[in-house]
């Protein structure tokens, strides 16, 4: 079982940038597909943004704002938000795929972080 957990997330204006970071445990991260999920209020949990195997993935909402990386030496994946508009308010997931190859759907994860809330003022 891989243990996720998420940092970052706070209050911020219309137009700010924000940086969540999502450390995991496990000695072979380095081979995880790793994603990021959000709920907001009232939603469906949805895709945001993904890293794996297969290369990096956007939503198309959040493509051109939004930056995914990860540090294999810190066991670590962040999630870059800029321009951030008050529809990016949500609880922010981050997501964990041991075989590498991940995906858009949340069910391709297994192991899942408790989240941290972002919240976007206008």
């Known amino acids: 079982q891989v243990q996720l957990v998420e940092s970052g997330g706070g209050l911020v204006q219309a137009g700010g940038s924000l940086r969540l970071s999502c450390a995991a445990s496990?000695?072979?991260?380095?081979?995880?597909?790793m994603g990021w999920f959000r709920q907001g209020p009232g939603k469906e949990r949805e895709f945001v943004a993904r890293?794996?195997?297969?290369?990096?993935y956007y939503a198309d909402s959040v493509a051109g704002r939004f930056t995914i990386s990860r540090d294999n030496t810190k066991n670590s994946v962040y999630l870059q938000m800029n321009n951030l508009k008050p529809e990016d308010t949500a609880v922010y997931y981050c997501?964990?795929?041991?075989?590498?190859?991940?995906?858009?759907?949340?069910?391709?994860?297994?192991?899942w972080g408790q989240g941290t809330q972002v919240t976007v003022s206008s």
């Open positions: 997501a964990a795929d041991p075989t590498g190859w991940g995906g858009s759907q949340q069910t391709t994860y297994g192991n």
């Open positions: 890293i794996g195997r297969s290369g990096i």
């Open positions: 496990g000695r072979a991260f380095s081979t995880y597909a």
